[in-house]
């Protein structure tokens, strides 16, 4: 088997691909990879991990660690900025043509499997397209995930779960959410203006200051331990456990 790939990613997961033979798919691009490693077959995949700051780059140790040792498995780290990180040494910027060509001279006999945020995903589009990517080698998995709604909540001779008050101190609002709902989907629902893209737990997009109260995370990887310290959160896989005030 012969697989090639280049992969993108924007804030933390995207991933281009190109692909000679069926994979199985993964709609991660992490996944992807330990997917190949787990086939232990010989891979052709040029995988490109894009990112704001090189600590934002998700599962970097884990993919590191792939690359030294899955044979052909060609990783690239992409962070826009160094904060946080000077002496990085890799590249750094964001997607271009030169880039491409640099990292992927053979980038039109690729299939390009590209998932990420909306606007990296036109950018990675356009730059394929440019370079005479054929649009059925160009695949794209959406990062912007919905937001799942809740589950409505059962009904039984008890009353109705009471919802606990959360406040967004900066936009001056304050809605309800019970504790079978997560803080980002009732915050969209009332039209309270947090960012977010994957909606679970996973790019660090909607990361925001918890000011009081406690919240039941269940993330993804999208936070660190540290930040979580710091007294950060993300509320689109946090339930409240109490009234809650949001920097937001
Ligand atoms: S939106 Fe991705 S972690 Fe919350």
């Not at 691009?29 to 086939?39: C, K, N, P, V």
């Amino acid at each position: 088997m012969r697989l090639t790939a280049a992969c993108v990613t924007p804030n933390s997961l995207a991933a281009a691909v190109k692909l000679r033979c069926r994979m199985a798919a993964s709609s991660a691009t992490s996944a992807m990879a330990r997917e190949l490693a787990d086939t232990a077959l010989p891979v052709d995949v040029i995988f490109l991990h894009a990112s704001r700051t090189p600590g934002d780059l998700v599962f970097r140790n884990e993919l590191a660690s792939l690359a030294t040792k899955l044979k052909g498995f060609l990783l690239y780290f992409l962070p826009e900025t160094l904060t946080g990180e000077t002496s990085w040494s890799g590249l750094h910027g964001r997607i271009s043509r030169d880039l491409f060509k640099l990292i992927v001279p053979d980038l039109t006999e690729r299939v390009i499997l590209c998932c990420g945020l909306a606007p990296f995903m036109a950018a990675a589009r356009t730059i394929s397209a440019d370079l005479g990517v054929p649009p059925e080698n160009y695949i794209e998995e959406s990062f912007d995930a919905a937001v799942i709604d809740d589950a409505p909540l059962p009904m039984t001779d008890e009353a109705v779960l009471a919802p606990f008050k959360v406040e967004f101190a900066k936009q001056g609002r304050t809605i309800d959410v019970t504790s079978d709902q997560t803080v980002l989907s009732c915050a969209k629902k009332a039209g309270v203006k947090i960012p977010s893209s994957c909606s679970n737990g996973l790019c660090g997009t909607c990361k925001s200051k918890l000011v009081s109260g406690t919240v039941d995370m269940n993330h993804n990887g999208g936070i660190r331990q540290r930040e979580i310290n710091a007294g950060f959160f993300l509320p689109c896989c946090s339930k409240p456990l109490s009234d809650l005030v949001i920097e937001r």
